[in-house]
């Protein structure tokens, strides 16, 4: 379980919303170092929206939690994201390729033509899944 402590800014009938800070740097260490300087310069603050569920009632602005995601989530919705473009622009260019060489016309082009609508397949197809989201749990309420 990958595990982030966020910070609760609102809370209403919808559901919550918590608030964390990113670092741009490593953030792994106390030296002074280039990557820490510029960690703390490009600081910014994420916003997440979680749904109502039972026992969030009980929570206020600023209460601290501690919020976790499945790791194997995680993974399959990255092999999703990185891997389904890349496989259908592959599958795509290799098709047009292949009908262009046996039309006799130029493989090349085709093989663009085809890549780009693979490409635009990949990417169609992940729109349509737009709902897979992560859910975050609320493990427990930090002190």
């Known amino acids: 379980m990958i595990e982030e402590e966020v910070v609760v800014t609102a809370v209403d009938s919808g559901g919550i919303s918590v608030m964390r800070r990113t670092a ?3 953030s792994g260490c106390t ?3 280039s990557s820490a300087a510029l960690g703390k310069a490009f600081q910014r ?3 997440l929206r979680l749904p109502m ?3 969030y009632n009980e929570l206020n602005p600023g209460d601290r939690l501690l919020l976790g995601i499945e790791e ?3 993974l399959g919705l990255s092999f999703l994201v990185y891997l389904l473009p890349l496989v259908t622009l592959l599958v795509g260019a290799l098709t047009a390729s ?3 060489s046996m039309l006799a016309g130029s493989a090349d082009l085709a093989a663009a033509g085809g890549g780009i609508a693979g490409l635009a397949v990949g990417f169609g197809v ?3 899944h737009r709902g897979n989201k992560l859910d975050p749990v609320i493990l ?3 002190a």
């Open 24 to 26: 741009a740097g490593c």
């Open 72 to 74: 194997r989530e995680l």
């Open 31 to 33: 030296q002074t170092c």
């Open 53 to 55: 569920q039972p026992g």
């Open 45 to 47: 603050e994420a916003i």
């Open 126 to 128: 992940l729109r349509m």
């Open 98 to 100: 292949r009908v262009a």
């Open 140 to 142: 427990r309420k930090l």
